[in-house]
């Protein structure tokens, strides 16, 4: 059973993984299951092709500019914007400005446990240092997909040019 409690963002591992630094400040140990919550600092141009979740996730921006494709739809949201993703859904974003800081959330848990398994614990309060590579765990990441329902998606990514999918 949770507890009530408080925690700090200085008080927590940060990781870095795919262009962002990562500090899981509630993850399912903490909650029953129930609920994630990580902090997010994202480089330009940063963020995740098409996929979906068996999770409902919702973003919190607390500065910068992200445009998220959301099925067929473009959603453009600023600092102080918040977006549901109801589970499901097929999405991905794309960081527009310089860098944005993000709280993004799960209901349940179980998506904080990617980065748990691939991030590399940062060096450093910031975003990854440019060329920094994180593929090595990869493998490990993709075999955990299907444990915590997370499914990428084989589909045109409206926001980028390429046409790989930059989860695999």
Known sequence: MSKPHVTNIQEKK?????DTLWVILAEGKD????????????????????????????FFLVDGEITYMAN??????????????PRG????FKVKSEQATILNMY???GFEQTIITGGTP????????????????????????PKIGMHVVHA????????????M
């Not at 994630?36 to 092709?49: E, K, R």
């Not at 859904?89 to 991905?92: I, Q, R, S, Y």
């Not at 060096?123 to 920094?132: D, N, R, S, Y």
């Open 89 to 92: 859904t097929v999405h991905a």
């Open 72 to 85: 067929d739809e473009i959603l453009l949201a600023k600092a102080g914007s918040f977006v549901w993703i």
């Open 122 to 145: 940062a060096e450093a309060f910031t975003v990854p240092p440019k060329g920094f590579s994180y593929s090595n765990k990869m493998k490990e990441v993709w075999a955990l997909f």
């Open 14 to 18: 940060a990781y870095w993984m795919v």
């Open 107 to 109: 209901t349940p848990a």
């Open 31 to 58: 909650t029953d299951n129930n609920f994630s919550l990580m902090w997010q600092l994202c480089n330009q141009a940063s963020g995740p092709g098409p996929h979906r979740h068996d999770q409902d996730e919702a």
């Open 156 to 167: 045109p990514d409206k926001l980028r040019s390429s046409t790989e999918n930059n989860l």
